[in-house]
């Protein structure tokens, strides 16, 4: 069964600073997508990032990059430049193979950018 | 991108009524959608799988009777809370998926409260 782990209930970053949110992951497929999504208090889910199973290098996007490290089975997302805008819940998620399967989201992490 | 729009945002609801949560892909066609179930500061919990024309799969634990779900084209999937109770009192949420490495694409979510 697949699973995603997220260790930080909460983390605090200083505006402008960088912060790295971990994420570990436990599955036997060869073929399986990471996700980060961003949760603001309005419930709203965002997509941020993507890295599949078999991308060797790392994905950006923006202020958002992914440290993968397969052998570790490790996903964690890093923001730089933290925004207050940037204070919200943080979930972790991991899709079945690489197509529309269901996804397992981890238990999260709440941001909060300190000004 | 891809945008998933959900109905209501928020409901207020008697014990013992139904209520109905409507999901749309706007602009694109989802032959599979999500429902999950989110409780305060905690994870989505993924209550069963809506595939088109067909008869939904639910997750261990979530009585297909009380939770009604109909995917009945590319386009929409409706969740129907039947019976509703305090219980059931929850951030319910939908998400819809493209193909392969394509992320959920979430609704806004519909706040239920039972009273």
């Known amino acids: 069964a697949q699973k995603i782990t997220q260790t930080q209930p909460g983390m605090f970053v200083q505006e402008k600073e960088a912060v790295t949110l971990d994420c570990t992951y436990d599955?036997?497929?060869?073929?399986?997508?990471l996700f980060w999504y961003k949760q603001p208090s309005s419930g709203e889910m965002i997509f941020l990032i993507y890295?599949?199973?078999?991308?060797?290098q790392n994905a950006t996007e923006g202020r958002y990059s992914l440290n993968f490290q397969k052998a570790r089975k490790s996903a964690n997302l890093v923001i730089s430049a933290s925004q207050l805008g940037d204070s919200a819940m943080y979930f972790c998620?991991?899709?079945?193979?690489?197509?529309?399967?269901?996804?397992?989201f981890g238990d999260g992490t709440t941001l909060t950018v300190k000004p | 991108g891809a945008v998933v729009s959900q109905h209501p945002s928020w409901v207020i609801c008697k014990s013992g009524t139904s209520v109905k949560i409507e999901c749309r892909s706007l602009?694109?066609?989802?032959?599979?959608m999500f429902w999950y179930r989110q409780f305060p500061k905690q994870s989505l919990m993924l209550m069963a799988t809506?595939?088109?024309?067909?008869?939904?799969?639910?997750e261990q634990g979530v009585e297909k009777d009380k939770f009604l779900i109909n995917h009945a084209s590319l386009t929409l999937s409706t969740l129907t809370v039947t019976s509703a109770h305090p219980e059931d009192s929850s951030f319910y949420i939908c998400?819809?998926?493209?193909?392969?490495?394509?992320?959920?694409?979430f609704g806004n979510g519909t706040r239920l409260t039972v009273t």
């Open positions: 809506s595939n088109e024309g067909s008869k939904a799969t639910y």
């Open positions: 998400s819809a998926s493209g193909y392969n490495n394509s992320p959920l694409h």
């Open positions: 599955t036997s497929d060869q073929s399986y997508g």
């Open positions: 998620a991991m899709r079945e193979g690489l197509n529309a399967g269901k996804s397992t």
């Open positions: 602009d694109f066609q989802a032959t599979t």
């Open positions: 890295q599949g199973s078999y991308d060797e």
